[in-house]
């Protein structure tokens, strides 16, 4: 019991380090921020995604953010010369990675040329499934994978520490592929599955940021009144990140504590 209770003291202890002191692997994170959808049901604080046609509009014509981004989560089918294995995906927008400002392992990171319908496709692996599934071998970069049944050039390799916080999701998917929607997608306002975040623009604050894109969702609500009642957020992604673990992370600690006592 002892020992049980040491070792979660010390997993506890690496993971409160990780979510509220350890910085993440981008330039000027404090001007990352998240932006969230919120609803009569979810109240004034909601973190629900939003829609492609939604995201669009806010991304097209908000001045106060910069390369405000959505991703949405899947799986991948990839196969290997021995077996076909089943991998996490996070599909981004190709303004992602430039908004994030990271630096990858290997390669590069996907970019707006990638995420097009025309574009060959592409995909970054994370560093632990590079490890995992290939040794880390640097030749994996520049080579064709099978994904989801299409021939698909790796790219790129994230970093050890690449980890992307956002409301109550921490993002560290095996495979990171490019976000495109299809003309389908782009006509359904009440389609809800998209996170978004984007850069602060010199000069803009979260509170600017916020006051404009809900001034632009009002506009849209005016012109489709479905989305009557719902609304969007803004906040500060490493500072809200934090505060949604803070207090389970804590809790846990404590009662790995009380075991030792």
Not at 178 to 185: E, H, I, N, R, S
Not at 219 to 240: C, D, F
Request: aromatic fraction near 6%.
């Amino acid at each position: 019991c002892l020992a049980l209770g040491i070792g979660a003291t010390t997993a506890l202890s690496s993971a409160l380090s990780r979510a509220l002191l350890d910085p993440l692997p981008f330039q000027q994170q404090d001007r990352l921020v998240a932006v969230h959808r919120t609803t009569p049901q979810s109240g004034p604080q909601g973190t629900w995604p939003e829609s492609a046609p939604n995201y669009e509009d806010l991304a097209r014509a908000s001045t106060q953010i910069q390369g405000l981004s959505a991703m949405s989560f899947g799986t991948a089918l990839i196969s290997l010369p021995t077996q076909a294995v089943r991998a996490s995906q996070v599909y981004a927008t190709g303004t992602l990675f430039p908004t994030l400002r990271a630096e990858p392992e290997l390669g590069r990171f996907i970019g707006p040329d990638d995420a097009t319908s025309k574009a060959p496709a592409v995909a970054v692996l994370s560093d632990a499934f590079w490890r995992r599934q290939f040794g880390a071998d640097p030749a994996v970069v520049g080579r064709s994978l099978i994904i989801d049944g299409k021939p698909t050039t790796v790219v790129g390799i994230t970093p050890p520490d690449f980890r992307l916080p956002h409301g109550y999701n921490l993002l560290t998917p095996d495979v990171w592929s490019p976000l495109v929607f299809t003309p389908a997608q782009l006509g359904q306002r009440r389609s809800n599955y998209l996170l978004m975040l984007g850069r602060l623009a010199p000069g803009a604050t979260v509170s600017s940021a916020e006051a404009e894109l809900r001034g632009i969702f009002n506009g849209l609500v005016e012109t489709y009144p479905a989305l009557n009642g719902e609304g969007v957020r803004v906040a500060a992604l490493r500072a809200e990140s934090a505060a949604t673990v803070r207090q389970p992370l804590l809790l846990l600690f404590g009662g790995a504590l009380i075991v030792l006592l």
